[in-house]
């Protein structure tokens, strides 16, 4: 448990003093004002202090009495103009602004043991689907809150050139598509870890924070998605992040390559190219009829695309009106039959969650945290997608609840 001083602007300030407190530590002090946390820090004695990269949050004054005091300090950094302001007055430990608190954290008590520029290759995840809206969009967002809620370092990729949705589902402005501008820049050369943070949004809330890259907000802009470029970018957001969520489009064809200029872009090159690039690919089907038809017809096309060994199949709006008893096993029954498609994962049909996220512009696990589809979800997330680890929990914690749930004997009466 760490003693901790805050000084900060009043929206971040509540919203980090709450998180820090729900993990266990303790605030000592709530300042507006780096003179002010000057003046107190010998009679409090925090740990860490956390403060704000602006001129009124932190000072050279305020950095020389924490390290009189052998006070750590950490800087939440906003902008550029923040982090450039840091390092002048000799502060290099700083995080975004919009950090979630595992972020904080770790650079509070020191666990990271690389610095960012010898960050591990991070992993690319795409989420696709046949025509027909099997929720491609819906599965690629809460995929990315749920792996941001572990702890990683997440960005969302909108690179669906037909029908780009991240943006609106998220209650997000478009008029600046994120996943272009970085596209662009990544053919001139030009994109770095900077210019991603400067262009990507945010989205953060209580359960989990990450970047967005929004996509197009026009579909005849897709000549700016090409896939050299959507390769370029991908290969940096490996660098920037621990994980890499792309939602793509439906279409797989190739049929432009007919035309006379094998130079000329292609509208599907983004899927495409986001597709040969991921590491895992969790394909969407609905759990209907049609949906089932559009989804085995459309499967014989991403396998010839990609390796089948990368495909997680998972299955979409989950209900016995549309398939009978049993729908469950009606249909693995008939993947497995008609396209040698087993172990697939099963998302429940939850209208009344999926319409509350769509009305608030959020993600199911801070709208519906009680939804069966946003269960399904996590677990495709926890068994499926994120790297196993060995069981965290506590010897201490086990035999607690193996005694809380051993049967007691009664003494005997002497």
């Known amino acids: 448990m760490l003693r901790i001083a805050l000084c900060l602007p009043v929206d971040v300030e509540d919203r980090v003093a709450s998180e820090a407190t729900y993990h266990g530590h303790t605030i000592v002090i709530r300042s507006n004002s780096a003179q002010e946390l000057a003046s107190r820090i010998d009679a409090l004695r925090p740990d860490v202090v956390i403060a704000a990269a602006s001129e009124r949050h932190l000072t050279p ?151 967005v890259l929004t996509g197009i907000g026009r579909p005849s802009r897709w000549p700016e998605l090409s896939g050299p470029r959507v390769a370029a970018t991908i290969a940096e957001c490996r660098r920037w992040v621990d994980f890499t969520i792309l939602d793509t489009g439906f279409s797989l064809e190739s049929d432009e390559e007919i035309s006379s200029d094998i130079f000329a872009p292609r509208r599907n090159a983004a899927s495409i190219t986001a597709l040969q690039e991921a590491d895992r690919i969790v394909a969407v089907g609905a759990a209907d009829p049609v949906g089932i038809a559009r989804f085995l017809r459309a499967h ?45 994962a099963m998302i429940p049909f939850d209208q009344a969650g999926m319409d509350a996220a769509l009305l608030s512009g959020k993600t199911l696990a801070d709208s519906s945290p009680r939804s069966a589809a946003l269960t399904a979800i996590r677990a495709i997330v926890t068994s499926r997608l994120l790297p196993t680890t060995p069981e965290k929990r506590p010897r201490r914690r086990d035999g607690l609840l193996r005694r809380l749930l051993r049967p007691t004997k009664k003494r005997r009466r002497r």
């Open 61 to 211: 004054s305020l950095l020389s009495v924490c390290d009189d005091a052998g006070v750590r300090i950490v800087a939440l950094i906003a902008d550029d103009a923040q982090r450039r302001r840091a390092a002048t007055i000799g502060l290099l430990e700083g995080v975004p602004m919009d950090s979630n608190w595992p972020v904080i954290e770790a650079t509070l008590t020191g666990v990271r043991t690389e610095p960012a520029t010898a960050r591990t290759t991070g992993t690319v995840i795409a989420v696709w689907g046949p025509a027909g809206a099997p929720g491609r969009t819906t599965l690629a967002i809460n995929i990315a809150a749920e792996i941001a809620a572990a702890g990683f370092s997440v960005v969302l990729g909108d690179v669906d050139t037909h029908s780009g949705a991240v943006a609106p589902a998220l209650g997000m402005l478009d008029e600046a598509p994120g996943f272009a501008a970085a596209c662009r820049l990544a053919g001139a050369d030009g994109l770095t870890r900077l210019e991603l943070e400067r262009i990507g949004q945010r989205y953060s809330s209580a359960h989990a924070d990450f970047w």
């Open 300 to 344: 014989v096309d991403l396998v010839e695309t990609v390796a089948s060994g990368r495909v997680i199949v998972a299955m979409n709006k989950l209900r016995a009106g549309a398939i009978g008893v049993n729908p469950a096993g009606q249909i693995s029954q008939t993947l497995y039959r008609f396209g040698g498609i087993d172990s697939v």
